[in-house]
């Protein structure tokens, strides 16, 4: 079971690619990125806020 991301820590948190603000999704468990298209991990709940290990989204994961 995933818990979720204080509010207070998502606010903090940034896109590494873009500078601009993620969105938690807890279904996936990982940070998503609209204006890169990227999608982060958490893993053992740690971000990893690595290009190499995110996914891209895909067309229908995305809206604007």
Do not use: W
């Amino acid at each position: 079971m995933h818990k979720t991301l204080p509010s207070e820590l998502l606010e903090k948190l940034v896109c590494p690619l873009t500078k601009t603000p993620l969105i938690y999704n807890p279904e996936r468990h990982e940070l998503v990125s609209l204006a890169a298209r990227m999608a982060y991990p958490i893993k053992a709940g740690i971000a990893i806020m690595l290009r190499e290990q995110a996914r891209k989204l895909e067309d229908h994961e995305f809206k604007e």
